[in-house]
C-alpha cells in the first residue's frame, strides 16, 4: 500500500477507532522514554517521532520540558487529534503529515524514534528509501529508537501484513550506518488485555 491509498487507510482508522480501539495505544511510552534517557537525550536536542501519529510520547516530552519537537505521520488526522489533545501545548510541536519514503527532512534530530512504522515496510524498495530518510534526518553520533513486532509477534495491524524482527535482523535490516547499542523485548498490553510481544532497538549513527 503507497501513496494516497495508505493516507486514506490511516486517515480512516484514526478517524473511526477510538484511542482505546487500537491495538497500539499506550497511555505511558514507558519503553521509549527509557531509552531515550538510556541515550543521554538533553531536553533542548532535537528529536522527531516518525509514524508518531497519536501518540502520547509527545505529551511526556513536553512534561519532561523537552523543547524541540518534531510529530510526522502519514496521517494528518492523526496528528490533529494529538494536536487538539495538547490544546496549547501545541503550538510547541512541529507536526509534519508526509510520507516517511519521500521526505526530506531540512534539518538534523539527535533523535529519531519510531514506534510501529519500520515494520509496515515489507518490501526491500521501501526500507531503502526509509533508510536513506533516516541518513538525511541524523546527526553524526545521533540515537535511533526503532520498535518492531518480535519474532512471535503479530502477523498483521490494522488490516496490514508487517514484518517481525530478532536483533540480528532488525540490526541488519535498519543497515550499516547505525550501531546497535541495546535491544529489548516488551509486551505490550493492548487496551482491551492482550499481549503483544515488540522488540525495541536503540541505535547510534556511526
Do not use: N
Not at 22 to 46: F, K, T, Y
Amino acid at each position: 500500500m503507497i501513496g494516497d491509498a495508505a493516507q486514506g487507510h490511516w486517515d480512516g482508522v484514526y478517524s473511526h477507532k477510538p484511542e482505546a480501539e487500537r491495538s497500539w495505544s499506550e497511555s505511558v511510552p514507558a519503553a521509549s522514554l527509557e531509552l531515550i534517557a538510556a541515550a543521554g537525550v538533553q531536553p533542548d536536542d532535537a528529536i522527531v517521532d516518525v509514524g508518531g501519529g497519536a501518540s502520547r510520547l509527545v505529551d511526556a516530552l513536553l512534561e519532561r520540558k523537552f523543547t524541540d519537537l518534531t510529530v510526522l505521520d502519514l496521517s494528518s488526522s492523526a496528528l490533529e487529534q494529538a494536536a487538539a489533545r495538547l490544546g496549547a501545548q501545541a503550538a510547541g510541536v512541529d507536526w509534519l503529515a508526509a510520507d516517511i519514503r519521500q521526505w526530506r527532512p531540512e534539518r538534523q534530530y539527535r533523535l529519531w524514534h519510531d514506534r510501529a512504522l519500520f515494520h509496515f515496510l515489507t518490501e526491500e524498495q521501501q526500507r531503502s528509501a526509509y533508510r536513506e530518510t533516516l541518513r538525511h534526518a541524523m546527526l553524526s553520533g545521533g540515537f535511533a529508537i526503532i520498535a518492531t513486532f518480535a519474532q512471535d509477534g503479530p502477523e498483521r495491524c490494522s488490516g496490514l501484513p508487517v514484518c517481525r524482527y530478532a536483533p540480528p535482523t532488525l540490526a541488519e535490516a535498519v543497515g550499516p550506518d547505525f550501531s546497535l547499542i541495546e535491544s529489548r523485548r516488551v509486551e505490550h498490553h493492548t487496551p482491551w488485555g492482550s499481549i503483544q510481544p515488540f522488540l525495541y532497538g536503540l541505535f547510534q549513527r556511526v
